[in-house]
């Protein structure tokens, strides 16, 4: 803003009253100081952008769009369930958003084998108050599903805030950029996620109509992560937008949980659910058909298991206090889960690679995509109130970065 009065007086005032004989200085403008000072940060920061964006791009390996980069494999041992995965899909992929899927090599994560809750029963996982961890503004990868792709929460950055609803969630915000499969990568190595329901993982593991989703991963706490449908083939909601009672009703808690035995399912007694039926087109990139407000969280917001005393447990989950809970039921022993094939019915024709599909992927020929048995055969669909994925953003590769910061060097110099 301007220059305050004093006494009446503007400092040019003051110093033409001072000094009548002597002419006005010129005056030099702050901004150019500004502007010729910056010059060489911004410069130097340019360059380190530059020399680290080429490293990363020479040290960490992109995944191969045909699903043979894929690795995945558990061992249990006494309380430990150790994985071990390699973060590269087993199925084609496709960068709808500037992001790569890449990996910087095989990694393990350690979670529990007896999974623990802090408190007995239902009021030990019944409200938020309870969580061992809260997931509303946590980003990165909470679990692992068995396909070797990161589980995320509905968190999709600062740009969007800590989720409160729906509405600032990342199948909301970034929906146009999941790709046929359901996935998207974040920034960095090692990133390829979910945030809702992975539809060529489900269709691989043989979801069927009007029956409970097969088991598709590990939450972090060691409790068990399922596809959308719940006892009796129910598509899975939270209590409060069913109305029903959490611990009797077939509803979940606030997080996507669900307390309670189910006999033929597994010896669990509280799981985790991917909340929402995708009945997309499966060549579509992007996917065409995202759950929308009635089945939020579509992915966990919040976990309630702890980590129990004498486990090493990754990706933070918090230790367990005094005596906690078993959430197991009597005579439960856990097993390791097998490494899955490649999914050669993901549609490879639309897929990063186009037409590409190696030996080492172990699929013959390209499919033209798949019809899951819980949707409409002619991929019309099920969510009317579907986020709108009109807007998907074009790729931006590396070199196009690269371009551009130079460029802008240029314009500095």
Known sequence: ????????????????????????????????????????LVRTALLVFLLTTLISDASAATCPTDGSGYDYSETVSGDTRTITYTACPNHAWKAINPNQAKYSGTKSIVIPAY???????????????????????????????????????????????????????????????????????????DTYHFHSAPTCLLKQLGQA??????????????????????????????????????GTDICTNEDGGYYGELSGVDSYKFRYYIQGPVCSDSCANPINDLPGADYHPHSPTGFYGCCPSGVSCSLSVTDCTGTPANGYVAGFTPAAKAKLDTFCDACYSSGQGGSSVTTGSGCSAKSEGFALATCPADGTGVNPDSPSITSAAAPLTGTAVISAALAVFAAMM
């Open 1 to 40: 803003g301007g220059a305050r009065a004093h006494h009446g007086r503007t400092p040019k005032d003051r110093n033409s009253a001072a000094r009548p004989n002597c002419p006005e200085p010129t005056a030099l403008n702050h901004r150019d100081v500004m502007s010729n000072a910056m010059r060489p």
């Open 115 to 189: 999974p623990k809750i802090q408190t007995e029963g239902v009021a030990g996982v019944s409200s938020t108050a309870k969580r061992t961890m809260d997931l509303t503004a946590k980003g990165g990868v909470v679990g692992i599903f068995f396909n070797a792709a990161g589980l995320y929460s509905p968190y999709g950055g600062p740009k969007y805030g800590q989720v409160t609803g729906f509405s600032n969630a990342a199948t909301f915000a970034e929906g146009n950029t999941f790709d046929s499969c359901g996935g998207h990568s974040s920034q960095g190595d």
């Open 209 to 246: 109509a009007n029956t409970h989703s097969p088991q598709i991963g590990w939450a972090s706490d060691g409790f068990p992560l399922y596809g959308p449908y719940g006892k009796d083939g129910t598509a899975m909601k939270t209590c409060t937008i069913t109305g029903g009672s959490f």
